[in-house]
């Protein structure tokens, strides 16, 4: 199993960007399709970006795409969402997550339920 720890969240205003990081340990995240989601307390968790280890393939959700960028070093076991023009409606915790399945090839989307593993999250807020 592998186990993940998000870090890099914090307050910013809006227009500014974080960079947050995921560190993966007792497995390789290669073997995993790795993604972010994201909670507002009270509502539904989002599904934001994920990546596919073997093509390379990534998703982004409407509400993220052209600002946010995801990206995988295999070599490190790290994974990182680059956060750009952040607006205060993405203020939210951000969880990366990892399944062995790269499901959103198959759906076209991303699900809680496609992934296996979690991390605790790191807050965002926005202001």
């Known amino acids: 199993d592998v186990q993940l720890v998000e870090s890099g969240g914090g307050s910013v205003q809006a227009g500014g960007s974080l960079r947050l990081s995921c560190t993966a340990s007792g497995d390789t995240i290669g073997r995993y399709c790795m993604g972010w989601f994201r909670q507002i307390p009270d509502k539904e968790r989002e599904g934001i970006a994920a990546?596919?280890?073997?093509?390379?393939?990534?998703y982004y959700s409407e509400s993220v795409q052209g600002r946010f960028f995801i990206d995988a070093d295999n070599a490190k076991g790290t994974v990182s969402l680059v956060t750009n023009n952040l607006k205060p409606e993405d203020t939210a915790a951000y969880y990366c997550?990892?399944?062995?399945?790269?499901?959103?090839?198959?759906?076209?989307?991303?699900?809680?339920?496609?992934?296996?593993?979690w991390g605790r999250g790191t807050q965002v807020t926005v202001s």
């Open positions: 997550v990892a399944d062995p399945t790269s499901w959103f090839t198959l759906t076209g989307n991303l699900r809680f339920q496609d992934f296996a593993y």
């Open positions: 990546i596919d280890p073997a093509g390379g393939q990534a």
